[in-house]
């Protein structure tokens, strides 16, 4: 499997890591460490020296309970890295649900946008449309990041999160996006319950339908709330999230610490080979 992005098509037969640059003062567990332009594109090269093979950039927290991040604000928190980031020799990825944001980004080359909010702003879809090849990330997302923890969506989470990624789906190929242009994330911690969350893990499977699969468990708070750690001691579990994802399916993970995770990733590699 391939996944069509503007400047690259990446082979998807071995899990890829996509390193997490968030160019924000207030996200969840490394808010303000790489605000400025200078602190986030050394964070690049560092990812890239631990392995990473996608960077993906962020200008707005989308912890719960955030407030929305001005357009200006994100514009001129994600373009300068971007412009840089893109000279790097890697797919880059800008985190964004605002269609002006996706526009100029694509402007500036980048390869994926990757939407929380499933490309339902209006007009974001119309924008991935419009481009010739770009990768979209649709991820599943309950309510929105105000209100989202507060109220969890009720029942069996994987069927519905399958649901709305499959709708999400038909209205890009109505519009023209080509299948392997589209990724599906399920929104780990996204207006779910801890139980729903670790349902999407152990029944990944059912979400697997010719897209690239993307999973974010890195810091989440479900991992906290099983293990009683603190955000930035999470390293463990969300290294064994990750793995416990590719296994079942995952064909990238979105992780804050890619240095371990490849680590991880090579060692289930070398096992994966001896069953063959």
Request: a negative charge; hydrophobic letters at 45%.
């Given at each position: 499997?391939?996944?069509?992005?503007?400047?690259?098509?990446?082979?998807?037969?071995?899990?890829?890591?996509?390193?997490?640059v968030?160019v924000?003062?207030?996200?969840?567990?490394?808010?303000?460490?790489?605000?400025?332009?200078?602190?986030?594109?050394?964070?690049?090269?560092?990812?890239?020296?631990?392995?990473?093979?996608?960077?993906?950039?962020?200008?707005?927290?989308s912890?719960?309970?955030?407030?929305?991040?001005?357009?200006?604000?994100?514009?001129?928190?994600?373009?300068?890295?971007?412009?840089?980031?893109?000279s790097?020799?890697?797919?880059?990825?800008?985190?964004?649900?605002?269609?002006?944001?996706?526009?100029q980004?694509?402007?500036?080359?980048?390869?994926?946008?990757?939407?929380?909010?499933?490309?339902?702003?209006?007009?974001?879809?119309?924008?991935?449309?419009?481009?010739?090849?770009?990768?979209?990330?649709?991820?599943?997302?309950?309510?929105?990041?105000?209100?989202?923890?507060?109220?969890?969506?009720?029942?069996?989470?994987?069927?519905?999160?399958?649901?709305?990624?499959?709708?999400?789906?038909?209205?890009?190929?109505?519009?023209?996006?080509?299948?392997?242009?589209?990724?599906?994330?399920?929104?780990?911690?996204?207006?779910?319950?801890?139980e729903?969350?670790?349902?999407?893990?152990?029944?990944?499977?059912?979400?697997?339908?010719?897209?690239?699969?993307?999973?974010?468990?890195?810091?989440?708070?479900?991992?906290?709330?099983v293990?009683?750690?603190?955000?930035?001691?999470?390293?463990?579990?969300?290294?064994?999230?990750?793995?416990l994802a590719?296994?079942?399916?995952?064909?990238i993970?979105?992780?804050?610490?890619?240095?371990?995770?490849?680590?991880?990733?090579?060692?289930?590699?070398?096992?994966?080979?001896?069953n063959?």
């Amino acid at each position: 499997m391939h996944w069509q992005t503007s400047r690259y098509l990446i082979d998807l037969s071995q899990p890829k890591v996509m390193g997490i640059v968030n160019v924000t003062p207030d996200s969840f567990s490394d808010g303000g460490h790489y605000a400025s332009t200078k602190a986030a594109l050394d964070h690049c090269q560092k990812l890239l020296q631990e392995g990473a093979d996608i960077l993906d950039i962020g200008g707005e927290s989308s912890r719960p309970g955030t407030p929305p991040v001005p357009l200006d604000e994100e514009l001129a928190r994600v373009l300068p890295v971007l412009r840089e980031a893109v000279s790097l020799g890697v797919p880059v990825s800008v985190d964004t649900y605002k269609p002006q944001v996706m526009q100029q980004a694509l402007d500036l080359g980048a390869d994926i946008i990757n939407d929380i909010w499933g490309v339902r702003q209006p007009g974001a879809r119309e924008v991935i449309a419009a481009h010739a090849s770009c990768g979209v990330c649709v991820m599943h997302m309950h309510g929105e990041p105000q209100t989202m923890q507060r109220s969890p969506m009720e029942g069996d989470a994987v069927p519905q999160v399958r649901a709305f990624l499959d709708g999400a789906t038909r209205l890009l190929r109505e519009a023209g996006v080509a299948p392997a242009r589209i990724a599906w994330d399920p929104g780990i911690g996204f207006g779910k319950t801890v139980e729903q969350n670790f349902a999407l893990l152990a029944r990944q499977h059912e979400l697997l339908a010719g897209h690239a699969l993307v999973a974010g468990w890195s810091r989440k708070s479900s991992l906290g709330s099983v293990t009683g750690l603190d955000v930035n001691d999470r390293l463990i579990p969300s290294v064994s999230a990750a793995v416990l994802a590719v296994e079942r399916g995952a064909h990238i993970v979105r992780v804050h610490d890619v240095k371990e995770t490849v680590a991880a990733l090579k060692v289930f590699g070398a096992m994966a080979a001896g069953n063959n």
